[in-house]
Structure formats: structure tokens, C-alpha cells
């Protein structure tokens, strides 16, 4: 019998700002992180991920990530790898899976738009938000165009040919519907105001997790330090 | 920078990350070989594209950023390595272009396309190299030479083959370079030359 979802523990209200800065210090410590230090970012790490995202472990499955673990342990038990133990690299592998399957979770495009707004890179940020409200139509144009050729017998006409008449229609009708939306978005007066996009404000969340995300890292780092 | 300028960037930058998303998930369901040389070069045309209707410096780059953004809130499993591929790639060919003063024509077209699809070859190896560092490079080689050995290949054979992986990624991103030229020709016809 499942459990009722009600009594489920209500997840961390983590924004992306926070999944951020777990991202980000886990990048700066897990390649130089060594010995003790690393397994402590990998707990440390692990258990941040557990408390924000549970489903984040679930990246740790993945094709990639094995693959890379029984190719470390392959060469090992082969007797060719460089002295120490392949669990070292796979464990910087696991903190850096863990960390940016948080921000993946965490992070929508509109916030990472709005973001890059506020970080003075506004034309980024509109070209990201035009991408992501489009993306739909844009995977729609493709597979339209895709199933318009086929009807219309150009398969016919070989692959490379009707590869070019693919390639030409939706390109074009994507350079044309750029047009549209760059008439849409002045004929509403963008860019008239320079007013800042709004970002969501930090939670108490946010604040524990990249607080606790800078210690561990700045901790691997000293210790690194300390024991060179 | 126009807002038409920056709507073409978004929408392009929006093609090769659906083509990443759903494309790349329907490659790997098929166990397609080669998967990222052929994503790689997908991309790497659109963003070539996208240059040479913008003409702006950072165009192609910007182009890649975008998708690499949609990759990654599209993230499932290993994938923030194929985010860190896209933007390197986006990045190799804006150096390309760069280099060659940003003057659009098919010699800068196919420099830019080969180095980045020939990234999708070194990229296996950066990672391992941030990882494990260099040694473990030196021993995935001599895991390579006496797995040759134990198939009674030639003891060349590993330099063989990541020789002959490369020739068939430059060849890719040439071909990548050459399409793209040959669309933006077709596409300025249709749209006017400056892609007014």
C-alpha cells in the first residue's frame, strides 16, 4: 500500500538562487579536494541534496555516471591505474552530480533569465526568455516542417537535397518569426524603461544552503591547503 | 545590440537546445554511435547560421549559451557534462570566427565547425583530467595499449584509431561549416543579403 503523499515531509523552499551557490562551491572544492577532505564534501553534499531535493540522487543511476565509475574500477583492476584508488574520481564526480541535479531541479529558465538581467546581462536574458516561451513552437515548426516534406513526397528527392529543403523551411521560418517577435516586443515599448527584472528574494532556505555550501567548500579547500 | 538582433539569437539558441533535448534523448534511446559528434555538428550549424545573420561579435557563442541554458534546466543524470560541452564548443567556434575578424565566408565556417566538433573528442578527456588529474589520462592509455595487445593489434593501433576519430570529427565539422554557408547564402537570398 503506498503512503499518503500528505505525510510526506514538505521539501525546503530552495529557490535558484540557492541550488546556485550549492553549484557553484561545489565546482570551485571538488577538483581540489583530496583524502578526507573529499569524503566530506561527498557527505556534506549528500546530505544537503537529500534535505532540497531527494530526487537528485536518482541522477546517480545515470548512464554517464556508471559508465565512468566501472571504467575507473576497469582500469584499476587491470593494474594500470596511477597508484591511488579510482574511488577519488568518481566521488568528485558524485558531489558535482548531486549538486547540479539540485540546481536542474531547482532552477526554471524563466529564473535563469531574470538572473542574467539582473546580473546586467539583459540582452541575454531576453534572448533566454524568447527561447524559452518558444522553445514549444519551435520543436513544433520542426516537426511540422518535418511531416509537411514527407506528405509532400521530398524524401523522394534524396537525403541530401531533402535535407537542404528541410534545413532552408525551418530556419526560415524561424529567422521570420524573430522578425515577429522583435516587432511585438517594441510596438510594447521594450526597452523604453530601463527597469530591473524582479527576482524572487532569497528565502531562509537559500541562506542555509549556500551558508552550509561555502563552509563545506572552503573547508576541502583549507584542508587541502593545510595538508600540502 | 537590435531586439531583432537578440530574438534571433533566442530563437536559435532555442533550435539547438530542442534538437539537444529531443533529438539527443531519441539518439541515446537508439544507441546511436557518435551521438554528440552528430548533435555537435547540428549545432554547431545553426550557430553558424545565427553568426552570420546577427554579425555581431559573441553572436555564436551567444547562440550555444542559450541552448547550453535550456540543457541544463532540461537536466537528467550525467547531463552537466554535455552543458559544459556546449558552451566549450560555442566558444571554440566564436574564437574561429574571431580569428579569422569575423569576416563570414566558408574558410571561417569550417574552422569554426571542425573545432568544435572536434572538441565532442577531447571533451572525455578534460573531464577525467579535472576528476582524477593527469595520471589517470596516462593510464586510460596504457589501458589502450594492452587491451591492443591482448587483441593482437598493432602496438600503433590506439593512436590509429583516436587519429582516425579525429579525421572523422574535422571531416564532420568541415561538412557542418560548408552547410551552414551554403543555408546563410540561401537564407540571404530569401531574406535579403544583410538577413533584412
Known amino acids: 500500500m503506498a503512503p499518503d503523499p500528505s505525510l510526506r515531509r514538505p521539501l525546503p523552499d530552495v529557490t535558484a538562487r540557492g541550488a546556485l551557490h550549492l ?97 546586467r546581462l539583459g540582452d541575454f536574458g531576453l534572448a533566454l526568455g524568447i527561447a524559452v516561451n518558444s522553445l514549444d513552437s519551435v520543436r513544433h515548426t520542426a516537426t511540422g516542417t518535418w511531416h509537411a516534406l514527407r506528405l509532400r513526397g521530398a524524401l523522394r528527392a534524396g537525403p541530401v537535397r531533402c535535407a537542404r529543403l528541410y534545413a532552408v523551411t525551418v530556419l526560415g521560418c524561424i529567422l521570420a518569426r524573430a522578425d515577429t517577435v522583435a516587432l511585438a516586443a517594441e510596438s510594447r515599448g521594450y526597452g523604453l524603461y530601463d527597469r530591473p527584472a524582479q527576482l524572487r528574494p532569497a528565502t531562509g532556505a537559500d541562506v542555509q544552503l549556500a551558508v552550509a555550501a561555502w563552509t563545506l567548500a572552503v573547508t576541502a579547500l583549507a584542508t587541502r591547503l593545510v595538508e600540502a | 545590440m537590435s531586439v531583432r538582433d537578440v530574438a534571433r539569437l533566442g530563437l536559435l539558441g532555442a533550435l539547438w537546445g530542442a534538437v539537444e533535448i529531443t533529438l539527443g534523448a531519441a539518439m541515446q534511446a537508439a544507441h546511436v554511435p557518435l551521438r554528440g559528434a552528430l548533435l555537435t555538428t547540428i549545432g554547431i550549424t545553426i550557430a553558424l547560421v545565427g553568426a552570420a ?39 571554440l567556434a566564436e574564437a574561429c570566427l574571431a580569428a579569422f575578424r569575423y569576416r563570414i565566408g566558408a574558410p571561417a565556417f569550417c574552422t569554426a565547425g571542425a573545432a568544435a566538433v572536434l572538441w565532442d573528442l577531447a571533451h572525455p578527456a578534460l573531464g577525467v583530467l579535472l576528476l582524477g588529474g593527469a595520471d589517470w589520462l596516462g593510464a586510460f592509455w596504457r589501458a589502450a595499449h594492452k587491451a591492443s595487445a591482448a587483441l593482437h593489434l598493432p602496438p600503433a593501433s590506439p593512436f590509429v584509431l583516436v587519429a582516425a ?32
Open chain 2, 165 to 196: 576519430l579525429a579525421l572523422m570529427r574535422i571531416g564532420l565539422g568541415c561538412l557542418a561549416g560548408l552547410a551552414a554557408w551554403r543555408l546563410v547564402r540561401r537564407l540571404q537570398a530569401r531574406f535579403g543579403v544583410d538577413g533584412a
Open chain 2, 53 to 91: 545573420f546577427v554579425r555581431r561579435p559573441g553572436a555564436a557563442f551567444a547562440i550555444g549559451m542559450v541552448a547550453a541554458a535550456l540543457r541544463l534546466v532540461g537536466l537528467s543524470g550525467f547531463a552537466i557534462s554535455s552543458v559544459a560541452a556546449i558552451v566549450i564548443e560555442a566558444a
Open chain 1, 23 to 119: 553549484a557553484a562551491a561545489t565546482l570551485v572544492a571538488a577538483p581540489c579536494a583530496q583524502g578526507r577532505a573529499l569524503w566530506a564534501l561527498l557527505a556534506g553534499v549528500a546530505v544537503l541534496a537529500a534535505w532540497v531535493e531527494p530526487h537528485s540522487f536518482r541522477n546517480l543511476l545515470s548512464r554517464g555516471f556508471l559508465t565512468l565509475a566501472l571504467t575507473m574500477a576497469a582500469v584499476t583492476a587491470t593494474g594500470d591505474g596511477p597508484g591511488g584508488s579510482w574511488a577519488p574520481v568518481v566521488a568528485r564526480a558524485a558531489v558535482l552530480v548531486l549538486a547540479f541535479g539540485v540546481l536542474g531541479r531547482r532552477a526554471s529558465p524563466s529564473a535563469l533569465a531574470t538572473l542574467a538581467s539582473r546580473l
